[in-house]
């Protein structure tokens, strides 16, 4: 039994999320020094005080693409950036995943209820 090894997976965990915030800070630092700090959607404008709501979004939606000219990098806002993804889902022809999702989320609870009266009845 050498397989269970609990604390060696917490640090390999602990490792894995330090090195994605590492790429993802400096990919944004990266970006924040290649283009100007306004959204790329609405032109709003962005200082060091509120810099936290200037987000880079990923042209390809792939965040392991960060080509070092940041070509594949865009700085949007927090609205623009949730705007810009709410639209590729839906030219992704996302209706019928919302509607699946709605469905699955709907289905859940009865099911617990199902259950919680069966167990009511049993006692
Ligand atoms: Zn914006
Ligand atoms: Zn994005």
Redesign the pocket.
């Known amino acids: 039994m050498t397989a269970g090894d609990p604390s060696k997976l917490d640090r390999v965990l602990a490792e894995a999320r330090r090195n994605a915030e590492k790429r993802e800070q400096s990919y944004r630092e990266q970006a924040l020094k290649i283009y100007p700090w306004i959204c790329g959607r609405c032109g709003r404008e962005f200082t060091h005080a509120n810099l936290r709501e200037l987000t880079v979004?990923?042209r390809d939606?792939n965040h392991d693409n960060n080509p070092a000219d940041g070509s594949n990098w865009e700085l949007l806002c927090l609205y623009c950036?949730d705007n810009?993804?709410q639209r590729q889902l839906e030219a992704a022809g996302g209706g019928t995943n919302v509607r699946e999702d709605r469905r699955v989320a709907t289905h859940s609870p009865f099911a617990n209820l199902k259950s919680l009266l069966a167990d009511k009845k049993s006692k």
């Open positions: 979004h990923h939606h950036h810009e993804h």
